[in-house]
């Protein structure tokens, strides 16, 4: 993620997202995905007014910004990454809306206090299976007792979780693990999260994928200028192999809601679709 941004500015949409979009439509344009994303994952989080947010695995901010802006939320997003962290506070301050939407660089583990909400977007992926439980625990202590969390993530079909993509684990991630439901299941319940929303995508990430590779390619000359040629072969492979992992192995991305209470959110699933719609009009507003 320290790579530099100009690199990801390249390939991904105008926002930033570096995480599965979501297609209702497969013929809609990436920054209509990953906008549509947004919206999906915000109207799981069952969100008012005032409420504290805290965003794990943070990027670039846009998530955070875009909570903020669709229900008046204040957000914590929380980074690793330099690079990141830079570009995300640059956002907040040139929205005016610093006051809100502050960044840290910090790791989850030593965060402290409660917040209304967490939501975590591709950041799952680099726990590790040996820290599952951990995870679980820590955003269960971060909850309030009627928290909210959502935690979108890749994963894999199955039972169990194997050893990663030599590759990938090498040059790209280095230590990631892609969980199983199972996995994701026993390590929440010791924490005694309940998952009371799931939701499989199962082709998003393909589509995803291949516009990432799309966009890489177009601007192979630039790439290869900022890195070399191999840094590029190396890229492009990389984007390729993820999307034959989700076009016909076992890739897929889950969505699991997590709650404390039962009675934290209603029950049933159209507060979600109502909210979905809401945040998709508020966000197309300037």
Known sequence: YDLGNDLYRLFLDDDLQYSCAYYTDPGNSLEQAQADKKAHIAAKLALAPGQRVLDIGCGWGGTALYLHKVARVDVLGITLS??????????????????????????????????????????FEHVGAAHYDEFFAKCRDLMKPDGVMLLHTIGRLGGTSG??????????????????????SAASQKARLIASDYEMLRLHYAFTLREWLRRTIANRDKIVAMYDDRFFRMWEFYLAGGIVM??????????????????????????????????RKAAAQD
């Open 163 to 184: 050893a990663p993509d030599p590759f990938t684990d090498k040059y790209i991630f280095p230590g990631y693990h892609l969980p199983s439901l199972s996995q994701m």
């Open 82 to 123: 330099e690079e990141q962290l830079a570009v995300a506070r640059e956002l907040a301050e040139a929205a005016g809306v610093s006051g809100h939407v502050k960044f840290e660089l910090i790791d989850y583990r030593a965060l402290q206090g409660e917040f209304d909400r967490i939501v975590s977007i591709g950041m």
């Open 246 to 279: 989700f076009e016909s192995g076992s890739g897929c991305n889950y969505q699991i809601q997590y709650i404390r209470d039962r009675h934290a959110v209603p029950i049933t699933r159209d507060y979600m679709a109502k909210a979905e719609a809401k945040y």
